[in-house]
């Protein structure tokens, strides 16, 4: 079992950046790709970006590619998502979740974290 841990929500300008992290217990934490997700107030819970059990595999959704970056650190069990040029649009609770098979889905998730707040300023 896996359980995950968001930090590094907050509110920032249009233009800014945020660097959020997911702190994962347990041992097995480089056996799962891991992914990003956000769901705004009346919306859908939305893919955001997934990386590979390596980290040499990331994928982006289009909203974000090229402005966000996905990584992960297997000795720090962590996982990071860098946001950069944050849009007004960008304004979510933003969840990690651990899988056995990377996809967009959310419900291919097994394990989530309780989220964090990211609210952007236009």
């Known amino acids: 079992q896996v359980q995950l841990v968001e930090s590094g929500g907050g509110l920032v300008q249009a233009g800014g950046s945020l660097r959020l992290s997911c702190a994962a217990s347990?041992?097995?934490?480089?056996?799962?790709?891991m992914g990003w997700f956000r769901q705004a107030p009346g919306k859908e819970r939305e893919f955001v970006a997934g990386?590979?059990?390596?980290?040499?595999?990331?994928y982006y959704a289009d909203s974000v590619e090229g402005r966000f970056t996905i990584s992960r650190d297997n000795a720090k069990n962590t996982v990071y998502l860098q946001m950069n040029s944050l849009k007004f649009e960008d304004t979510a609770v933003y969840y990690c979740a651990a899988t056995n098979l990377l996809a967009s889905m959310p419900n291919s998730y097994e394990y989530w974290g309780q989220g964090t707040q990211v609210t952007v300023s236009s």
């Open positions: 990386v590979s059990r390596s980290g040499r595999s990331a």
């Open positions: 347990g041992r097995t934490f480089s056996s799962y790709a």
